[in-house]
């Protein structure tokens, strides 16, 4: 092209508002700066609580010496200083027996810092972590091993790899055997209380009973005259017939129990037993001479001996700990692994109940219903919802899910705790009944129509009607239904009358039923017309276009509507604070016990572990890179939920393209 | 429901004498969108096992009154209509007919190719399916007649599984009209089948229709005033939602009536 100016074109012209693209990029700019910049603190803080630093021998000006590794170094404004800045560390001294476990010096403070040759470190259950120099070992059958001796670490191992072993064998026990033991003993127990309660006037001489049963089974062996005054005592009480004689025969059989389990207490007791046998001798840097149990210590290393490989496998080693195991003293070590597992089965449970629900309610709003005033309004209300700070969300959860329907399978309608009456039972029975109602008349007519396959269409509709006497004597019966679990909860030991995690799942299904109805909304009203025509066209009655047309061309985007609701649930915390989540649980909402699902457990949470971790722990510097750790699983977590959907998606994607529209 | 029998093709010609020339009947028809009256009054009939075209400018009522005759038009909100559309005898609008069994009877080919994203098998067997016909011997052969009666068997024989979006425009249509013929209608409107189509594939549209006939009763609205005069038998011509002039195609065009007819056809306005 030449430069010559052409008398046709006006080279000066430029298109209006190019520039715009600069700040839309800075737009884009300062969000990925964001999220990038959010990442990395979390990413850096909580992976760095597993890297291996090396211990200083920190020399302090006024002559005491710690071992320590370093933490921070930081400046600190000094006010008398005139607002000079000084340096200060932060140090990590551990042994936490000793004194605390962090401390903050000065740079001035300290005279030298060398790295500490050959010291070690050890997580020990209890106490947190140890710096030390190791003296002897003393074993079970009481030889000892010096600390210089060649073979003095494979005896510290075998030790504690003893101690694991006995540990594990005896959790078995406890966790199984004694679990049986505890829950048939509950029975036991409650049918006492029930017993008591049932009879009001013998209360106190029934109590009085109980005690003296439970003292004569504390005592030992050797205070024969005792438990014979004792026994004298109680046959007395226990020969006033009536009540009496019906504690006696619990009483009878819980010894009965407890005889038939005894061999078990006794085997979990002396393994735990046999943990505490040996002994480790060490000395603090200061020279100070310890023992601890060495069976208690549950690893040990030499930070500053570690090569880069170590380091990593250490790395590796640690963070597997922290997913796979539970959290120990006060949540500040150990690991986090009830709280992946609650936030796991919960956010599960509440895409499985928000799904149907959302699509459904969506379908109706968007297919069905005549597009008016009064849908619209329907629709703001809908999206409304989704403005609703979720701590209502909670509360409500707590006032229907937890106090209305919990109290209500608990007891029945005639708890003082459930909502009003029958009535709410009824309105549900309505809505399944309605639902039942739908299938049924589809099998109904299918059967007429539909002749191959004719035998499971007369078994649908069927069991339909099955389905609906059962419902109308549920109906019939419920304001006489006085609940599952009544007698517990008469003595304030309800099952689902308190928070768990099915109703934490449902409360947070409510919350995020907005998120779904929009998506799916959206989804639905972008299947291009031409292909419902067609399918109308060729005979199709409109739920059958809904069925094999519209929905799986808009499965996409329902599903966008679900990773969205599943981020949103699986990070929210206020409202599962009131409807059951705690901060440490003993027993997974899933495990290997019948029935296996035990959705009324309470449960822990990776975000309320968070706040737990980050506000409510005693030792909240120790606790502190635990909470960002716990923030990257967390988001580890929802981004592993999220991919499983996206893939998902992508599949149906490609299926169901609906590319030349 | 009544059995549609399959109509094995004959040897007719298409000058033959319709079996029943009065096999469509519009009565007194008006519609209304809301309350803009798009059809007035409109009183006329359309023979079976022929092909009728309706031609006019945009916005004359003649794709309106072509999905009146499937009762497409029920999914739009806020419509009425008043006199009748009788199919065979038999009012289209009878309170106690049930709109699907209408449009099992009269099939529908729609002006932007629009195939389900499925592959091609099921978008051809999607009319049996939904009426619960679902043996595999059946599906295979429908698949096959309906195909072979599009002129398309031979391009997808091999390739009956895949998606039906990886069609071309031409053989998309195509398979759109193997779709509302597979169930064995006696009527199949087409809405502008060929709008969106080079003339290659044009011209193998009307081929076809020219074949289909020979089963079908078949109504056509066009813009393309050669294609009305290729592919009809009869030709209606609409302005302003009424029926100007309607009468034997080569009538229409060599020596019509009306002069707005003539000015029509000839190209003058439209």
């Known amino acids: 092209m030449s430069e010559k100016k052409s008398k046709g074109f006006d080279t000066k012209m430029r298109p209006a508002g190019e520039m715009y693209v600069w700040l839309c990029g800075m737009g884009l700019a300062s969000g990925i700066i964001m999220v990038i910049g959010l990442l990395w603190i979390i990413v850096a803080n909580g992976v760095e609580v597993f890297w291996p630093r090396p211990v200083y021998q920190v020399k302090m000006t006024d002559g005491s010496v710690v071992a320590a590794s370093i933490v921070e170094d930081r400046e600190k404004k000094v006010a008398e200083a005139g607002g000079d800045f000084k340096h200060e560390y932060k140090l990590f001294t551990g042994n936490k027996d000793v004194g605390p476990q962090f401390r903050y010096v000065d740079h001035d403070a300290i005279e030298s810092m060398d790295v500490a040759e050959g010291i070690w470190m050890a997580d020990r259950e209890g106490s947190g972590k140890a710096i030390f120099y190791p003296v002897e070992l003393t074993l079970a059958d009481g030889k000892t091993v010096s600390a210089e001796s060649p073979e003095f670490k494979a005896e510290l191992q075998g030790v504690i790899d003893a101690a694991e072993e006995a540990r594990h064998q005896a959790e078995v026990i406890d966790k199984g055997v004694i679990r049986d033991y505890a829950a048939e003993n509950k029975e036991l127990v409650f049918e006492i209380r029930l017993l008591q309660n049932n009879n009001p006037d013998e209360r106190k001489d029934l109590q009085q009973m109980d005690e003296l049963y439970k003292r004569i089974n504390m005592l030992g062996a050797d205070a024969q005259d005792q438990r014979a005054e004792l026994m004298k005592e109680y046959d007395e009480l226990a020969s006033r017939g009536g009540p009496f004689a019906q504690l006696m025969e619990i009483h009878d059989r819980s010894t009965t129990l407890f005889k038939e389990y005894e061999e078990y207490f006794i085997e979990s007791d002396a393994l735990k037993a046999s943990i505490k046998t040996t002994t480790l001798r060490y000395k603090l840097i200061d020279g100070t001479e310890r023992s601890y149990t060495a069976g208690e210590i549950l690893n040990f290393y030499q930070p500053n001996e570690f090569g880069f490989l170590d380091k990593v496998k250490f790395f590796i080693a640690h963070f597997w700990m922290f997913v796979t195991d539970s959290p120990r003293e006060g949540a500040t070590e150990g690991g986090i692994f009830p709280a992946i597992i609650g936030t796991f089965v919960m956010t599960v449970l509440m895409s499985a109940a928000v799904m149907p629900f959302g699509v459904l309610a969506a379908i109706y709003l968007r297919e069905y219903a005549a597009q008016g005033l009064f849908t619209q309004a329907v629709r703001i209300a809908v999206n409304n919802l989704a403005g609703v700070p979720s701590i209502v969300y909670g509360v409500f959860g707590l006032a229907f899910f937890v106090y209305g329907m919990g109290s209500w399978i608990d007891s029945g309608a005639e708890d003082p705790m459930a909502v009003a009456s029958w009535s709410i039972w009824l309105i549900v029975a309505i809505v399944v009944l309605v639902a039942l109602l739908v299938l049924a008349q589809e099998g109904l007519w299918k059967t007429r129509t539909w002749m191959p396959n004719k035998f499971r269409q007369q078994a649908v509709s069927g069991l339909s009607i099955v389905f609906i006497v059962l419902l109308g004597c549920l109906i019939y019966y419920s304001p006489f239904f006085n609940g599952f679990f009544a007698d517990r909860a008469m003595l304030n030991e309800p099952t689902f009358g308190s928070g768990g995690v099915l109703w934490a799942s449902l409360t947070l299904a409510l919350m995020t039923v907005p998120v779904v109805v929009v998506a799916t909304e959206e989804a639905l009203a972008a299947v291009p017309r031409g292909v419902r025509e067609a399918s109308l066209a060729c005979g199709a009655s409109k739920w059958q276009t809904i069925q094999r047309i519209v929905m799986p061309a808009s499965a996409s985007g329902i599903l966008t509507g679900l990773i969205l609701a599943m981020a949103r649930g699986a990070g929210e915390v206020a409202p599962l604070m009131l409807v059951g989540v705690i901060n440490h649980v003993e027993e997974l909402p899933i495990d290997a016990s019948y029935p296996f699902f035990h959705f009324e457990r309470k449960f822990m949470h990776l975000g309320f572990h968070i706040y737990d971790l980050g506000f409510q722990s005693p030792d909240s510097e120790a606790a502190k890179p635990m909470v960002f750790a716990t923030t990257f699983l967390l988001i580890v977590l929802v981004v592993v939920l999220n991919l499983g959907a996206i893939l998902i998606r992508d599949h149906l994607r490609k299926k169901y393209a609906t590319g030349t529209f | ?270």
């Open chain 2, 1 to 270: 429901m009544a059995t549609v029998t399959a109509t094995e093709p004959t040897l007719t010609e298409h000058t033959a004498p319709s079996p029943d020339p009065s096999y469509i009947q519009v009565k007194n028809f008006s519609f209304w969108y809301g309350s803009s009256q798009v059809i007035h009054d409109q009183t006329f009939s359309m023979p079976k096992q022929k092909v009728t075209a309706f031609i006019g400018p945009s916005g004359c009522g003649k794709s309106t009154l072509l999905r009146c005759f499937n009762r497409m038009n029920d999914l739009i909100d806020g419509i009425h209509h008043e006199g009748d559309i009788t199919v065979g005898g038999e009012s289209i609008f009878n309170p106690m007919l049930e709109v699907i069994s209408l449009r099992k009877r009269v099939g529908m080919v729609f002006q932007k190719y629009n195939p389900f994203p499925k592959s091609i098998y099921e978008n051809i067997v999607y009319s049996l399916r939904v009426a619960g016909r679902n043996k595999k011997s059946e599906l295979d052969e429908v698949v096959e007649r309906s195909l072979r009666n599009a002129a398309l068997w031979d391009e997808v024989k091999d390739r009956l599984q895949d998606s039906a979006l990886g069609l071309s425009g031409g053989q998309m249509q195509r398979l759109c009209i193997a779709r509302a013929i597979a169930n064995q209608p006696e009527i199949l409107l087409m809405d502008e089948p060929c709008s969106a189509l080079d003339p290659v594939a044009t011209g193998k549209i009307e081929e076809l229709i020219h074949q289909l006939k020979r089963q079908f009763t078949i109504v056509i609205v066009t813009h393309n005033m050669q294609q009305a005069a290729r592919v009809s038998d009869r030709t209606a011509f609409f302005y302003l939602g009424k029926l100007i002039e309607y009468d034997e195609t080569q009538k229409i065009f060599m020596n019509p009536e009306k002069p707005q007819t003539e000015d029509y056809v000839s190209g003058r306005f439209g």
